[in-house]
């Protein structure tokens, strides 16, 4: 849902920039590495994936409202 909100920010604020690009792939690509690390019960880099990929939606938002 958070990235949900991310692409829909980012497509309201006139399109998605190169960062904002690679952010949305730094989502994606963490979650599938989320899903390995729960996959193979690895708690704390399962975590900090976690938080890469938050750090990627919220900072599209960012981009979205205050600009580059």
Do not use: E, N
Not at 26 to 39: A, I, N, P
Not at 44 to 62: D, E, N, P, Q, Y
């Amino acid at each position: 849902l958070i990235y949900a909100c991310a692409v829909l920010a980012t497509g309201l604020a006139g399109g998605p920039d190169q960062l904002s690009l690679v952010l949305g792939w730094v989502f994606v690509l963490s979650r599938c590495g989320y899903l390995l690390c729960y996959w193979y019960d690895a708690a704390t880099i399962r975590s900090l994936i976690w938080l890469v990929s938050m750090a990627a939606a919220f900072s599209m938002i960012g981009r979205a409202i205050w600009g580059s």
